[in-house]
């Protein structure tokens, strides 16, 4: 799967498979890490979203490379040229409107192979403001 | 007590009905405890489950989720649809008793004020 430039080396770096415990066994491996000044409970729900999608809208399964880095990034790639659609009426619309709301900016990346949709937080001290550094 | 599903078990999602406590001591009325994570591998248990409840008569369905770890918009859309079942025939689903990841997805959703039972 093709890797993104301009970046260092990832610190969770995981392959899925397509299947339903595809988004369990993503947040197991990013809970092996302590995020920096982004609630873990929202990069558990931003990465349960994106692989979610892949399990339902693609063939095959997928990668997850996150950055615990300012800002936190993940990139989830999949095996579909087809951008995701952000509709209620659609499974996995709710679920973009919730990256939407927690993540500073996401986006899709078409690729000859596929696609990469990755997704970034800024930042926070436990009081909400943005954290000085 | 009047609604059963017994005790439902998933890998990572438990289900039980317990009689209700004072506050909701209404008739057709069933409280539902889970324990552990709602997404896309588990919210078609949570889905069966209710409409079980329902086709058994249950009209006010209250769901205790203290003790769910995770969720995400798979367990949103069981809400919704499962509420819209129940006001559909003139029942409600609330509830009662919220961890933070729950919270955290209703309130995102908008949807926080529509089903906290108090």
């Not at chain 1, 997928?62 to 880095?69: C, S």
């Not at chain 1, 990469?116 to 954290?131: L, M, N």
């Not at chain 2, 405890?33 to 329902?54: M, N, S």
């Not at chain 2, 649809?81 to 009662?96: N, P």
Request: proline share 4%.
């Amino acid at each position: 799967m093709a890797s993104t430039e301009g970046h260092n080396r990832p610190d969770v770096d995981h392959e899925f498979e397509r299947g339903l415990s595809a988004p369990r066994e993503v947040r197991d491996a990013l809970l092996k890490l302590r995020w920096h000044g982004v609630p873990t409970g929202d990069v558990l729900l931003v990465a349960s979203e994106l692989v979610t999608n892949v399990v339902l809208h693609t063939e095959h399964g997928g990668r997850v490379r996150a950055w615990n880095g300012d800002p936190v990034r993940l990139e989830v790639h999949d095996t579909s040229s087809r951008p995701p659609v952000v509709k209620d009426t659609q499974p996995g619309g709710r679920g973009l409107r919730i990256i939407d709301a927690i993540c500073s900016s996401w986006g899709t990346t078409i690729l000859p192979t596929g696609k990469v949709v990755w997704a970034e937080f800024d930042r926070r001290s436990s009081d909400g403001e943005p954290t000085p550094i | 007590m009047r609604f059963r599903l017994g005790s439902v078990d998933h890998d990572s999602l438990e289900l039980t009905t317990v009689a209700h406590d004072e506050g909701h001591a209404e008739e057709h009325g069933v409280r539902v405890v889970l324990r552990g994570e709602i997404d896309v591998a588990t919210a078609p248990k949570l889905t069966a489950a209710l409409d079980e409840l329902i086709a058994q008569g249950a009209r006010l369905v209250v769901l205790d989720a203290a003790d769910v770890e995770f969720m995400d918009s798979s367990g949103l859309r069981v809400i919704v649809q499962s509420g819209t079942k129940l006001s559909e025939a003139g029942g409600r689903l609330l509830i009662d008793g919220m961890s933070g990841a729950v919270q955290r997805v209703l309130e995102i959703a908008g949807m926080l004020e529509q089903y906290r039972a108090t």
